[in-house]
């Protein structure tokens, strides 16, 4: 996409049949007017990644065994900084935002705006920089006194501003061509009510994340579901109850769990077909 549009207007086109919003393409657009060798991704997803593994190896509040084993994982060192996809500009966005919001807990504007950006890389970047502002706002509401809420609103509604903006942009470009149409279950929701559709989502949205390992291993690494191990079910009440019992008291983090599991099965219930990554979403 980047590499076939010749002007930044022509990119904000293409990107439309694409499925995702404009943020990764608008990066690769410069290199790609330098070049249109692929290798030109595996540097701008270089620096991406060097900027993730420093921040958490140099600014997270975590023990050097910590940060060695979160290094060490799977998806920091392969699927964040290695693949050449918009995930890295995600994470790195959303790792910027903590750092800012734990250092500056007033910079709202600022927070709000990363968060924003966060969600003009991928969809799932909205539901998440949605759940974020989420308990952002609730901590900073009902952590101040109540002499001094009416200032924090004030506050408050230039980042909701931005924030909107930028959120209203990413739906803008990620809205599909009108050339495209519905290939998988027909419309968009039209499986949502069907009782093993709704269980397939609660299923992969809760259970699924704490055994992430494919059943075609080692051919395909990451990613599982209910669908393909119904054991996964069992799981769901322990998972529920780690969460209370460890968040239990925090309550903007209960609240931040449990927003992002909520926007996390409604887009895979109406969208992806039971699962937030699903082979036929895209037969």
């Not at 190896?57 to 050097?64: A, D, I, Q, V």
């Not at 259970?207 to 209910?226: N, R």
Request: glycine share 6%.
């Amino acid at each position: 996409i980047s590499a076939a549009s010749p002007t930044l207007a022509k990119l904000f086109y293409y990107v439309h049949f694409e499925g995702h919003p404009w943020l990764w393409y608008f990066i690769l657009w410069f290199p790609s007017r330098l070049t249109h060798d692929p290798v030109a991704m595996k540097w701008v997803e270089a620096g991406f990644g060097t900027a993730i593994l420093l921040i958490i190896g140099l600014l997270s509040p975590f023990t050097l065994k910590q940060r060695a084993l979160i290094l060490s994982s799977y998806f920091l060192v392969w699927e964040y900084t290695v693949m050449c996809r918009m995930y890295s500009v995600m994470l790195l966005l959303v790792l910027l935002y903590v750092v800012l919001r734990v250092r500056r807990p007033q910079a709202v504007v600022g927070c709000c705006a990363l968060l924003g950006l966060a969600g003009n890389t991928d969809m799932t970047g909205v539901l998440l920089a949605t759940a974020l502002l989420i308990e952002y706002a609730y901590s900073s509401y009902f952590g101040a006194d109540k002499t001094e809420r009416p200032a924090v609103i004030r506050r408050w509604i230039p980042g909701l501003l931005v924030y909107m903006a930028l959120i209203g942009l990413s739906i803008a470009t990620l809205w599909p061509a009108k050339q495209i149409s519905w290939q998988s279950s027909g419309h968009l929701g039209s499986e949502a009510l069907k009782p093993h559709h709704v269980n397939a989502a609660i299923g992969n949205m809760i259970a699924a994340p704490w055994w992430p390992i494919s059943p075609k291993f080692p051919h395909h690494f990451w990613e599982t579901s209910v669908v393909d191990a119904k054991w996964l079910y069992v799981l769901i009440p322990f998972v529920l109850f780690a969460y209370w019992r460890t968040f239990r008291g925090h309550r903007n983090l209960l609240l931040l769990m449990g927003v992002t599991i909520t926007l996390g099965f409604l887009f895979a219930d109406l969208v992806y077909v039971g699962r937030v990554r699903d082979r036929k979403s895209v037969v």
